[in-house]
Every structure is written in C-alpha cells, then in structure tokens.
C-alpha cells in the first residue's frame, strides 16, 4: 500500500488512474508520493517517507530540486502535457496585443444600456482598430514542447517565424515545421521580430534574460509575450521599455505588483495550463511516473536524477541506490550483495550530473543487515527495497 499527498487540486481523471494499492492522505508527512502543481515547496521540510514528487505540469522552479536528490526523493514532471494550452493561450495574448480587444470589450460595457450603442459604436471603433499577426515577423526563445507548438502554428497563421534555442533536443527539432528560420544568435530575434515570444525554463542562467540591454535590441513597437516566468524578464526594465514607447505590449501570464494593472502590459492569472484537457493530461502522466517508481523503482520523465526502466521485477528481490556519482561505489554495492552470498540477476546504472541512480534485482531477498550495509557505504543517499 502507497499514501499519496495533493499539495495542489489535481484533475480527477488522473487521480482515478491510482490502483487499489493507494490512498489519499491528508497530510504531507505520511505520503510516499506528493503530487503538485505550482505551490511553492522551497520550504518545506520532507518527511523520510517521502520517495518522489511529481509536478503535474512542465515548471519545476517551485520544488527544491537539488535538496531533494540529495535526501533521495525523485521529483518528476510531465513534458509536453500542457503544453497546447499554453499555445492557444499564446495566440490569444498574441490578438489581444495586436488589437484593442480589452478596451473595446470595456467600452461596449461601459456604455450598456445605451439605446443607440450599435450607432456609437460604428463612431468609437476607431480607437480599438489594431494590426494583424499574418505576415509578421515572430521570434520564439525555447524550442521545446511549447516553442515548437507555437512556431508550427504560427506558420500556419502565415506569421515569418524565427526560432532560437541553443539545446534543442532531436526530438522537439523533428517536430518543428522546416520552415522555422533557425537562428544561432539570440540577438537576430531581438533585432528583426515584430512580436518575440519566450518559452525557456527560469534557471541561474535565464533569469532576467529579457532586460535593459536585450529590450535596447528590439525594433520599435515590439510586442513581448511571457508565458514562461515572470522573473525571465526584468519587468521594471519591461515598463520603462512601455513608457519609451518602444515595447508596444507586454502580455504576462504572472502577475505581480510590478506589471498588474500598469499601462501597456496585459496580465493573465496564469492560465496557461488551465484547461480541462491539459489538467488530465499532466495529472494521467504524473500518477502514472509515480507508479512507476513506486512500484518499481522505474525513473521515467525525472528533472533531478536520470532515466532508469528495468520494467517489472520478476526476481525476488529489487534494490535501488541512490548515491553521488563518484567511483567505485558499484564495486563497493555489489560486494556487499556478493559478500552474502546473494546472485545479482540484473543492474543498471546511470547517472546525472552529481549524482547517479542504481538499481540490482537479486536472486533472493537482501536482509536488512545489507541495506544497513549499503547505506554506510560514504556517498550513498538513500537505499529502497523496492521488492
Ligand atoms: N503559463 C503556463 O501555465 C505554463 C508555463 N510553462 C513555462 O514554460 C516553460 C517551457 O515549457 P516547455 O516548452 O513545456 O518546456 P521544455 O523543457 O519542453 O522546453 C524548454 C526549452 O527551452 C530551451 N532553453 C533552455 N535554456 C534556453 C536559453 N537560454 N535560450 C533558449 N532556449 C533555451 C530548452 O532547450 C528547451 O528546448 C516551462 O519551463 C515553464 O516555466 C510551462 C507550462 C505552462
Ligand atoms: O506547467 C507549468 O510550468 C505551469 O506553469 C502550469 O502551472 P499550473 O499547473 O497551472 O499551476
């Protein structure tokens, strides 16, 4: 039996995926399994029960990523299955930049209960009138489940799409339309796009990435799309950019005091992922990845420690370690198997950055003076008997 802890509503249709096996807690202490979405985890503390995360959806800023490798918690999220509602909504913030729909809507509203609002109307349309997306020139920063999305529709909507993304992976470049302009250098967005679009992760490396300097390259009368993170960019950089007439539209799925309510910039309440289908979608993905591995010790889809599948154990026993990655230890682990007298059927190892992943089934059941043996060996995090 499996205890399982919601630190955010997560979509029933994935919940109902659960098996017999598991129950629904209602506190974070007793769960092997937390399931979140974007409630801030930076502070907690985690029970030594707690053996994974999973984030039903593609951010993982919110979670404490490195605290939890060390203690041997897998945190897990679910690539790409949010990833089209966050491209419909792109499309939306793209029009309501491109025209006044706000402030014709607020108009129309403002003026209700007027007899002859159908005539005033034809009179004050003027002011809303807009530009349209065809034929303009779109920059996209992060070709990855939503870059790629984005850009395909986009040529789609007859948009001269430029896309920029130093790591792409094979798979997200198969699926880019060949018809993206690939460019190497971050600035030929900056320098040539009517409209720039950014859906990068928020690490060390990205936070601020639209300032001063970047928002000095770009054309007049840009429009900025972020649905990514808020800190990406550096919004007061962004309002001065607004003020200077220079940045035309800032559209922000991340309010915060800095953009709410100011002139220029239009804040949704992070609808992105806020969909029925894409709340399914990422909810199906992270029951199923934390089965997985609470079954059987599978990583599948993790964002601190490497992919690992053995499938289902058919042997009578399964140990996972997780340890730094670091010589010799798999010499160390497997004496300590072998010291016992106990045949390792099959291994795998594999490793991330700093730390590494092991997983051995065994011919018969390690007794728990091996595990006590293998969690003294220097190095090791954390030792599971899966089986
Ligand atoms: N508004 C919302 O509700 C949602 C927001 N998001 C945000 O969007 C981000 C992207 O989501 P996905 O496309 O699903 O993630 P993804 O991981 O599929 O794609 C991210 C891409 O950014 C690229 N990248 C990383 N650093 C870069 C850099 N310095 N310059 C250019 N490209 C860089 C990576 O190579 C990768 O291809 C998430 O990390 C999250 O912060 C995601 C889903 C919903
Ligand atoms: O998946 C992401 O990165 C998102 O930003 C979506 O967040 P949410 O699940 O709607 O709280």
């Not at 017999?20 to 907690?44: C, N, P, Q, W």
């Not at 159908?118 to 003027?126: L, M, N, R």
């Not at 390792?344 to 018969?364: C, H, P, Q, W």
Request: glycine share 8%.
């Amino acid at each position: 039996m499996f205890q399982y802890y919601c630190l955010n509503p997560i979509s029933k249709v994935g919940l109902e995926k659960f098996s017999d096996s598991y129950t629904k807690t209602e506190t974070a202490e007793e769960a092997e399994g937390i399931l979140v979405r974007s409630a801030a985890m930076h502070d907690m503390e985690f029970s030594d029960k707690l053996l994974c995360v999973a984030r039903a959806g593609a951010g993982v800023n919110n979670i404490p990523l490195d605290r939890c490798a060390e203690k041997g918690i897998v945190v897990f999220n679910t690539p790409g299955a949010n990833a089209n509602g966050v491209k419909e909504l792109v499309f939306a913030g793209m029009l309501l930049a491109s025209r006044d729909i706000i402030g014709g809507i607020n108009w129309v509203i403002s003026d209700k209960g007027d007899e002859n609002i159908a005539k005033a109307a034809e009179k004050e349309k003027k002011k809303f009138a807009g530009t349209e997306i065809e034929g303009k020139k779109l920059g996209i920063i992060g070709l990855g489940a939503i870059g790629v999305k984005v850009a395909n529709a986009a040529k789609h909507l007859g948009m001269e799409v430029y896309g920029y993304d130093p790591y792409v992976s094979v798979d997200a470049a198969w699926n880019l339309s060949r018809d993206v302009k690939h460019v190497l250098n971050v600035e030929d967005i900056y320098e040539n796009c009517d409209i720039i679009t950014i859906h990068v992760p928020l690490l060390d490396s990205t936070k601020g990435m639209i300032n001063k300097e970047a928002i000095s390259k770009m054309k007049d009368g840009v429009i900025l799309l972020n649905f990514a993170r808020d800190l990406l960019a550096d919004e007061k950089d962004v309002l001065e950019g607004i003020k200077a007439g220079k940045i035309r539209k800032y559209v922000s799925d991340f309010p915060n005091p800095t953009t709410a309510g100011q002139e220029g910039c239009i804040v949704i309440p992070h609808l992105g992922a806020s969909t029925e289908e894409s709340e399914d979608n990422c909810a199906k993905m992270a029951v199923k990845e934390m089965m997985n591995y609470l079954e059987n010790g599978n990583i599948v889809n993790s964002v601190n420690y490497p992919s690992l599948d053995m499938g289902v154990c058919t042997q009578a026993g399964r140990v996972a370690i997780f340890h730094k990655n670091i010589a010799n230890m798999i010499t160390k682990f497997a004496a300590c198997f072998g010291d016992e007298g106990i045949n390792i059927t099959d291994m795998m190892n594999k490793s991330r950055g700093e730390v590494a992943y092991t997983m051995f089934d065994l011919e018969s059941p390690a007794e728990q003076k091996i595990i006590d043996k293998l969690q003294s060996i220097d190095g090791v995090f954390r030792v599971r008997v899966v089986k």
